[in-house]
């Protein structure tokens, strides 16, 4: 297909969609859909609703997610960074919503959802993934200029920054961060010289000091962390619940369905903590199966994006490290090597959000580790790599 970008003539090529990239999530998705089945039917008969509730409702969102998925993998690369300022901009806008009085739906004191009636969204999902492509776009846009000055980087940069702290002020620190984490990923895959990054390190790490030192919330978090018995009743409970539910699944786990903790010992369990349920019952084997899966999809893409030096390898690698970092912190969680965080996990939390974000950056994640890159066309001096090698 022939498209314009930047007044150039493009081709869009691509060698098609890995098939085994998509298998491998498709298996993680079905593995999260029956793991949340198993480990929510208790509670939702607790809070009076079908022992299917959570999990038909994130079948739904499945099918949905399926369909996003299916679209962000196949829309041409070149059309998607035609647009690239729109969408920027109006993700922000959305990402402002929840602060708004009226607009944002509070819970726990923590104000980072839109009620929809039919689903409740978390605009800072979406940001995510749309703050890579971003940066991704452009970066492989100025990297003639990054060559010579870090100058292009302010803007970006400032963006960034407007992004994270909205999330912030939302009372997402952890989101915040792992969003800024992303960006910096992004900086790296470019070859940003390392100048920049000392600098924004130190900005960017008495800052997040800062805001956990003032945050009573967030000191106690940390401290029930370092101190399990500090908050028995409160999140240290959870957490030790979820380390005993763990450790109880052996090596084969009781059987799908047949867990016994998450009734008790692991409040909604549906939600970030949901992979202590799935251990419990599927063992060592179970969780095996799962890092065994997560760590193909990593291979898979960093091969096809290691020696890229252009749009899709940025974003490639921007994704990746998303979808990865969400995963592990959430596990680190469960598993009491962290303080806990709000976290969901990528295919297993209940929630149309986080599972549609989580199609969103797959499909793009599968689209960008399957384009070739855009090969530019001229009269004067035939056909030239932009940002790369060119593929016959």
């Known amino acids: 297909m022939r498209t314009e970008y930047e007044g150039t003539a493009l081709h869009d090529s691509g060698d098609g969609l890995d098939i085994s990239l998509v298998a491998a999530l498709g298996a993680l998705a079905l593995i999260g859909l029956a793991a949340l089945w198993s480990a929510s039917s208790g509670y939702a008969l607790s809070i009076g609703k079908s022992p299917h509730y959570f999990a038909l409702r994130q ?31 109006g993700a922000l806008v959305f990402l402002a919503l929840p602060l708004i009085p009226g607009v944002g739906d509070n819970r726990n004191g923590a104000t980072r959802w839109i009620d929809l009636g039919f689903i409740t969204i978390q605009p800072s999902e979406i940001w995510k993934t749309v703050m890579v492509l971003y940066l991704a776009h452009i970066l492989d846009k100025r990297k003639d200029e990054l060559r010579k000055s870090e100058a292009p980087l302010v803007a970006p940069s400032l963006l960034v920054l407007a992004g994270c702290g909205l999330i912030f002020f939302q009372n997402d620190f952890s ?9 910096i990923i992004v900086y790296f895959a470019a070859k940003v010289r390392i100048r920049f990054f000392v600098a924004v390190a130190s900005i960017v790490a008495p800052l997040a ?128 090597f962290v303080p806990a965080t709000g976290v969901a996990l990528p295919f297993f939390s209940a929630g149309g959000s986080s599972l549609l974000a989580t199609a969103l950056a797959c499909g793009l994640l599968c689209n960008a580790s399957a384009a070739k890159g855009f090969v530019p066309v001229t009269s004067e001096s035939g056909v030239r790599p932009i940002g790369g090698v060119v593929h016959g």
Request: glycine share 10%.
């Open 59 to 89: 079948l739904a969102f499945l099918a949905l997610s399926a369909g996003l998925f299916a679209i962000a993998a196949t829309i041409p690369l070149s059309s998607l960074r035609k647009a690239m300022g729109v969408i920027t901009i």
């Open 175 to 183: 989101t915040s961060l792992l969003t800024a984490l992303a960006a």
């Open 209 to 336: 000091c800062l805001m956990v030192v003032t945050s009573e919330y967030r000191l106690e978090r940390i401290i029930g962390f370092l101190v399990p018995g500090y908050d028995p009743h409160g999140m240290s409970y959870q957490v030790q619940g979820s380390v005993k539910a763990i450790g109880s699944g052996g090596l084969f786990g009781k059987g799908l369905g047949l867990g016994t903790r998450k009734l008790a010992s692991i409040p909604e369990v549906q939600s970030d903590f949901v992979f202590a349920a799935f251990a419990e019952e599927t063992g060592f084997l179970g969780v095996l199966v799962v890092f065994a899966l997560w760590a193909f999809v990593a291979i898979r893409v960093y091969k096809a994006a290691r020696d890229r030096d252009d749009f899709a390898g940025y974003a490639s690698f921007g994704l990746l490290f998303l979808l990865c970092m969400q995963f592990l912190t959430n596990v680190a969680v469960v598993s009491g």
